[in-house]
Nanobody
């Protein structure tokens, strides 16, 4: 299971931190990703972090978002800074390894003045 927390509403230029805590599987072995989805659009990849802590970001969030993981807490974080209205979406965390994957239930982030 993946349990998400964080999110909410913020003004443009503000910051939020999302958390995703795992249970029921060997968290350390999984690549964790954050995705987001706007109604009517496909879910898009925001950032990933591997078990070796290698990270990857969508071009749209590079330099503004930071993904990190704390294996001792089975938790991945997405620090989002300099938020823009176009970052408004439902954010999902995902854990995958080979053919196995888990999804969080999603958390809404709204960036608006």
């Amino acid at each position: 299971q993946l349990v998400q927390s964080g999110g909410g509403s913020v003004q443009p230029g503000g910051s939020l931190r999302l958390s995703c805590t795992a249970s029921g599987f060997t968290f350390d072995d999984y690549t964790i990703g954050w995705f987001r989805q706007v109604p009517g659009k496909e879910r898009e990849l925001v950032a990933t972090i591997t078990s070796f802590r290698s990270t990857n970001y969508a071009d749209s969030v590079k330099g503004r978002f930071t993904i990190s993981r704390d294996n001792a807490k089975n938790t991945v974080y997405l620090q989002m800074n300099s938020l823009k209205p176009e970052d408004t979406a439902v954010y999902y965390c995902n854990a995958f390894r080979g053919g196995i994957q888990y999804w969080g239930k999603g958390t809404l982030v709204t960036v608006s003045s």
